[in-house]
């Protein structure tokens, strides 16, 4: 017996709002990836310099004001 499976597009307003949200349930968006700068410690973009104290590999890249 062969198995005749058709898949439609649905109109909208023919799938619930139950079966929209737990269809969405797996859509997640995930946190950023940050790194540890290694100068002052803080939360960092990978590959980026460090918007707190502006060094990049070691090196000052962005100037900023000293306290
Ligand atoms: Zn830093």
Redesign the pocket.
Known sequence: MKFDLQLFAVPARRTSKTAKRARRTHLKKDAPTTVT?K????A?APHRA?S????YKGKEVIKKEEN
């Open positions: 700068c100068n002052c410690g803080a960092i460090c707190k104290c502006g060094q």
